[in-house]
């Protein structure tokens, strides 16, 4: 990344002041808050500056890579978790197509007491459906994927282990389990992962 001489001499303002606001620095520059303002978002969202509320702005030193991939590794599924579709093992497959469509999800978590049993998808649904059986008396446990081939993600995982693991296995969402894995405590997709990606992105001023 290439800097101009402006983001150079805000860098070296605040190695050598910093923890400094952004008046200060704008001052230092005789120079407004609103002016800098481009300047510091991008210093900050590159890596350079960390930016702290109610303290100011530290030098980071870090290349972009690195602060990235090292913020990344702090998020926990745990604190991302959405809460997840499920059904009831004996319900129907038509009851699961219901849920689909008020849900709006793509994926339903089949459980038996709380317990992961399996996952049926829109595509399970649809062969049923194209079969000519009748989805009002077909079992929703003779369409689903059952455990232990549905793959799941810990609720003490990381966000960045849950990515790898949709990646790995091409799917859109995982269930999130507990302590010996058949517990759903939440579901986590790749929506889950976007919303993630554009909160690490925003700038707070400081």
Same mark, same amino acid.
């Given at each position: 990344?290439?800097? @101009? @001489? ?7 303002? *605040? ?11 704008? +001052?230092?520059?005789?120079?407004? $808050? ?5 300047? =510091?978002?991008? =210093? ?10 109610? #303290? ?6 870090? %290349? ?5 991939? +090292?913020? =990344? ?29 008020? +849900? ?7 459980? $038996? ?13 649809? %062969? ?39 990646? $790995?296995?091409? #799917?859109?969402? =995982? ?12 579901? *986590? ?8 990606? #554009?909160?690490?992105?925003? *700038?707070?001023?400081?």
């Amino acid at each position: 990344m290439e800097l @101009s @001489s402006r983001q150079q001499a805000i860098i070296e303002i *605040v190695k050598r002041n910093g923890p400094i606001t952004g008046e200060q620095i704008a +001052e230092s520059l005789s120079l407004t $808050r609103a002016t800098l303002r481009p300047d =510091l978002s991008i =210093l900050t969202m590159a890596g350079f500056l960390d930016a702290r509320p109610r #303290v100011g702005y530290f030098y980071s030193g870090k %290349k972009n890579a690195d602060l990235f991939g +090292e913020t =990344l590794r702090k998020l926990y599924v745990r604190d991302y978790k959405s809460v997840p579709t499920v059904l009831e093992e004996g319900s129907s497959a038509y009851d699961a197509v219901v849920a689909l469509f008020v +849900e709006d999800v793509g994926t339903i978590i089949v459980a $038996r007491g709380g317990r992961l049993c399996g996952i049926v998808s829109r595509k399970d649904l649809l %062969k049923v459906a194209i079969g000519g059986s009748d989805i009002h008396k077909v079992p929703v446990s003779l369409v689903m994927t059952r455990t232990p081939n549905v793959i799941t993600v810990d609720v003490d995982a990381t966000l960045y282990e849950a990515a790898v693991l949709m990646t $790995r296995h091409e #799917v859109d969402s =995982l269930p999130v389990t507990r302590g010996d894995h058949d517990e759903v405590v939440g579901r *986590v997709s790749k929506t889950t992962i976007t919303k993630a990606f #554009v909160e690490l992105g925003q *700038v707070h001023e400081i």
